[in-house]
């Protein structure tokens, strides 16, 4: 598929809720190619291989009785979700929003294409997607790494040099080595600072941080526009 394709998948949680009808034209405007798949597939991981937006339609009390968002979130980390309802308290609108919601949007009838708030909401995501699926490759990057290996990363994380984590890990050298270059080789990293960024963003996914420094500064193996961490440690 192409990278440069987004897939914007439409779902219904509960009634009542606005018709998904504008959707279609909407995204296929905003640059999405549109899919769509129950919720229980889509939270369970077994939808689209790559989703990159959801619009989601359903009663505000009901999602958020049912938990529904954390669960989609759980299994497509950072991916941008719309509810789009037919009304909405403002208590059940902070509440969806803290459970992880993008934005909100109300519709007494169907959603028609030109609503602004789903203008916004695809302009946005198409806008973020490329640095989001950046997040998510270092983060399938690290998942790949052994125990062994994570061992040794952590310890470089710390500042150590080779000596001093084969010593606190009770190995040799010559495996720290080893480790290290498979470290790198997985990680995709040029250098010890390059993959102190790389492993801080991926991190920062599970713990829900996104590191911005002050400066601004651009990293080499990111999309334009995604800055790396302010400091590493020294090596």
Sequence with gaps: MNQDTYILCHAVHSTPSPELSG???AG????????????????????PPRLDALVLASDPA???????????????????????ASSCTVAAAVGLMQQGAADLLESSGPV????????RFLSQTAASTPVRRWRLELRERLAKLTPAE?????????GLANKQIAQQLGIGL?????????????MVAKSAAELVRLVVVARSLDEGLVPYPSDGAKGADSPAGEPAPASTPAY
Aim: proline letters at 4%; glycine letters at 6%; charged letters at 20%.
């Design 23 to 25: 959707i279609q034209l």
């Design 28 to 47: 296929q405007q905003a640059g999405f190619t549109l899919t769509s798949a129950s919720l229980d597939t889509i939270a369970a991981g077994e939808g």
């Design 62 to 84: 009901a999602l958020l009785q049912d938990g529904a968002l954390g669960r989609l979130l759980e299994a497509h980390p950072e991916l941008p979700i719309l509810v789009a």
């Design 112 to 119: 028609q294409p030109d609503d602004a708030r789903l203008s």
């Design 150 to 158: 994570v061992s040794v990363l952590d310890a470089m994380l710390t």
């Design 174 to 186: 010559r495996t720290v080595e080893l480790r290290r270059s498979k470290i790198m080789r997985k």
